[in-house]
């Protein structure tokens, strides 16, 4: 079972904003280091962003680095991901998991909550 919810994508032009938010569900996410990653159609999943256990470091893909944000609010057990200047190959569902601390693009669990679509038009 899922230990994660994600939620906040939708529908949004090219050039326009969403706040993605993953919350914890029967865990918590204190002292662990989570990614978001994105699976397009046809594609594999991929990493996105990633924060370490107490928000000192961040970590993104090249494509995303500069228009993405992640973040944490502990006291929430959410992690958050500000998508700004969104362009269509952001078109994917986001997902988000538990990664290891020493390589925030591997999950460490194979179990993957349900995810959050999220589609930019052109």
């Known amino acids: 079972q899922a230990q994660v919810v994600e939620s906040g994508g939708g529908l949004v032009q090219a050039g326009g904003s969403l706040r993605l938010s993953c919350a914890a569900s029967?865990?918590?996410?204190?002292?662990?280091?989570i990614s978001w990653f994105r699976q397009a159609p046809g594609k594999e999943r991929e990493f996105v962003a990633g924060?370490?256990?107490?928000?000192?470091?961040?970590y993104y893909a090249d494509s995303v680095k500069g228009r993405f944000t992640i973040s944490r609010d502990d006291a929430k057990d959410t992690i958050y991901l500000q998508m700004d200047t969104l362009k269509p190959e952001d078109t994917a569902v986001y997902y988000c998991?538990?990664?290891?601390?020493?390589?925030?693009?591997?999950?460490?669990?194979?179990?993957w909550g349900q995810g959050t679509q999220v589609t930019v038009s052109s």
């Open positions: 998991n538990e990664v290891y601390y020493s390589n925030a693009r591997v999950s460490r669990s194979d179990t």
């Open positions: 924060i370490n256990w107490d928000g000192s470091k961040t």
């Open positions: 029967g865990r918590t996410f204190s002292s662990y280091t």
